[in-house]
């Protein structure tokens, strides 16, 4: 059998892999709320705290909306015109074209243009969350973790594409067999790394203080049987009002975090809710399916580049040759964020499950509906998010069940629990 079949073969098990991946571990009988429970929490809010998320809500709208337009205009202008090979080349040419230049300093180039264009639209969001008191951290705190968000990307973007593009020259008919495990490792090597490495990059974390809470929160999770090593603060105020917590990293490298905000807006009670529902991550082993899935996912979108990307009309658009030429990196990019935007409703709906479970999994260790719940009206007016969000944008993007399912969630319980 040829590469292209084998390649054929190599997708469709990919696919296969994937779709028993998500049938088996995502929570699918976990349905939100009966709409009139979500309607009768929705009345009860505070009326202006509502409006006043609203308003905010659709001051981001707009923009939000433009930038995924934009940013997909630019990608296609990049990959599906001779653009972004010619931009390839002018990375290469001070290096007598050598392909390592055009491969590290052409993709990055391709990127960083791509990211140039969006950029004002991430200054115009900065203003909003300035204006509406959400973020902290003035315009020199923005620009420096814009850096080191670039720099970071730069670091991570420049090992991936030298890699890519070795594999391709070692192995010219069978670079997506390698590509794909390569990707596949990538993502799980970055899901271990990126909490010790990176996360430290933007925030300084430090044990939770020795207290009352610290104590209730260990032995909440020595209840429930998860290992946790400690409970880690991030200084989230030096750059958001906004309050979170997360829980990230596996093995070795897994830590709750929750951020400082949080620790002074919420109430112990509240607090607890989260990190229990932090707890019901760990438990369920969200992070490490989620690495899985992901990693079979880079694994599938490199062979099925490596498909596409062979269609000789696409290439005939690029200007180029072969899909594997350094050259056709903006092709590659163009049809990543394609498969990205086209995606994106289905990692929302599987992220939604899976945080519902983790909201079940906190009502049922803690048995505090009543902390849980007040914990979500706080979540939601002190982030301002929309605690009943329009169909269509909840749908396309939501990660996370809205304040309204959560909290008729928390009174289904309650009703259950008696
Ligand atoms: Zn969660």
């Given at each position: ?32 709320a009966p709409r009139a429970d979500q309607l009768a929490a929705l009345r009860e809010l ?358 309204v399912?959560?909290i008729a969630?928390?009174r289904a ?6």
């Open positions: 059998m040829s590469p292209r079949g084998w390649a054929v073969l190599t997708l469709a098990g990919l696919g296969l892999a994937l779709l028993v991946a998500a049938l088996v571990l995502i929570p699918w009988n976990r349905p939100p505070p009326a202006d705290q509502v409006e006043r998320a609203r308003q905010f809500r659709s001051a981001l709208r707009p923009g939000s909306w433009t930038v995924l337009g934009v940013g997909l205009l630019v990608a296609l202008a990049l990959g599906l015109t001779p653009l972004g090979s010619r931009l390839i080349e002018l990375a290469g040419r001070p290096f007598g074209d050598h392909w390592t230049a055009q491969a590290i300093l052409g993709g990055l180039a391709v990127v960083l243009v791509a990211d140039l264009v969006t950029l004002p639209f991430a200054a115009w969001r900065h203003s909003v969350l300035t204006r509406w008191g959400l973020a902290t951290n003035g315009w020199a705190g923005w620009t420096v973790d814009l850096l080191k968000s670039y720099a970071v990307s730069a670091v991570v973007g420049a090992v991936a594409l030298l890699g890519f593009y070795t594999v391709v020259r070692l192995a010219p008919r069978w670079w997506w067999a390698f590509g794909a495990a390569g990707a596949a490792t990538l993502v799980v090597l970055l899901s271990f790394v990126l909490p010790v490495l990176v996360e430290p990059v933007f925030n300084r974390f430090s044990p939770m203080e020795p207290g009352p809470l610290r104590t209730q929160l260990m032995d909440l999770a020595a209840r429930d049987g998860v290992p946790v090593r400690d409970v880690l603060v991030a200084d989230a105020s030096r750059r958001t009002r906004a309050v979170n917590a997360y829980v990230s990293g596996f093995g070795p490298t897994r830590r709750v975090v929750v951020y400082d905000n949080l620790l002074r807006e919420a109430t112990d009670a509240e607090v607890t809710a989260v990190v229990a529902h932090e707890l019901g991550h760990a438990r369920d082993r969200d992070v490490p399916v989620g690495t899985l899935t992901g990693a079979l996912g880079a694994a599938a979108a490199v062979v099925a580049l490596y498909l596409i990307g062979s269609w000789p009309p696409l290439l005939r658009l690029a200007g180029v040759g072969s899909v594997a030429e350094p050259r056709a990196f903006g092709l590659l990019l163009a049809l990543v964020t394609v498969a990205g935007l086209v995606f994106a409703p289905v990692q929302a709906l599987m992220s939604r499950r899976v945080e519902a479970r983790a909201d079940a999994h906190a009502l049922a260790l803690t048995g505090d509906p009543a902390a849980f719940e007040s914990m979500q009206r706080r979540l939601s007016s002190v982030n301002l998010s929309d605690p009943d969000p329009p169909r269509w944008e909840y749908l396309y993007s939501a990660s996370h069940p809205s304040t399912e959560r969630a928390a319980y309650a009703r259950k629990a008696g």
